[in-house]
């Protein structure tokens, strides 16, 4: 398994009530296994993988679209935490493509763990400036954006295309270069 994205548990926090959009540009090609989020609080937090729309590094996630929403995860108490929404789908993550990690709150109640630069991260980290996390996570295109200092606890965890046979598929159990393996 190999991971894109923030890894890192953020030195500072703050309490969610928008959408965080960060940029990945895969190094090599791979199938997306699932997304973690670093947080606490007593919400839910919805998490999704889009596509760019093609525009150079820099764009905001205007204009990108949907490859999975894995769901929402629940943080249950103020006790910090991973938690991890598995992949329904799988799907393919082609190298040197950008990807949109979004994650939102709809409530102040869920607190997040980010880095902050001091600066804009530029490419790569947004929020939602309408704080309107919904109609951002459904509607990456209709959201004005804004950069953010913050880059959150955040990434994708993916199966590389070498490890998973060469096309970015994860291998069976009990094949081998194409020949089932097994008794008969």
Same mark, same amino acid.
């Given at each position: ?10 030195? %500072?926090?703050?309490?969610?009530? /928008? ?8 190094? /090599?090609?791979?199938?997306? @296994? @699932?997304?973690?989020? =670093?947080?606490?609080?007593? #919400? ?5 993988? =889009?596509? !760019?729309?093609?525009? $150079? ?10 490859? /999975? ?16 929404? $598995? ?18 709150? @709809? ?5 997040? =763990?980010?880095? %902050? &630069?001091?600066? @804009? ?7 939602? $400036?309408?704080? !309107?996390?919904?109609? *951002?996570?459904? !509607?990456?295109? *209709?959201? &004005? ?5 913050? /880059? ?16 970015? #598929? ?6 081998? #270069?194409?020949?089932? #393996?097994?008794?008969?």
């Amino acid at each position: 398994m190999a991971t894109n994205g923030k890894t890192g548990i953020g030195g %500072s926090t703050n309490t969610w009530n /928008e959408c965080w959009a960060m940029m990945i540009t895969m190094s /090599e090609a791979g199938t997306l @296994d @699932d997304l973690k989020v =670093y947080g606490k609080g007593w #919400r839910d937090v919805r998490l999704a993988i =889009y596509n !760019d729309d093609g525009s $150079a590094p820099g764009s905001t996630p205007a204009g990108a679209s949907l490859v /999975e929403d894995l769901g929402t995860v629940t943080y249950a108490s103020n006790t910090p935490t991973w938690k991890t929404l $598995a992949s329904g789908s799988n799907p393919s993550l082609t190298n040197g493509n950008n990807y949109w990690l979004m994650a939102k709150s @709809d409530t102040a109640q869920a607190t997040a =763990y980010y880095d %902050s &630069s001091g600066s @804009d991260f530029g490419a790569g980290a947004y929020q939602s $400036a309408s704080r !309107d996390p919904a109609a *951002a996570y459904a !509607d990456p295109d *209709a959201q &004005s954006w804004s950069t953010t200092a913050w /880059e959150v606890s955040l990434h994708a965890v993916y199966t590389a295309a070498a490890a998973a046979g060469g096309d970015g #598929r994860p291998q069976p159990r009990g094949v081998e #270069r194409g020949v089932l #393996r097994g008794v008969l």
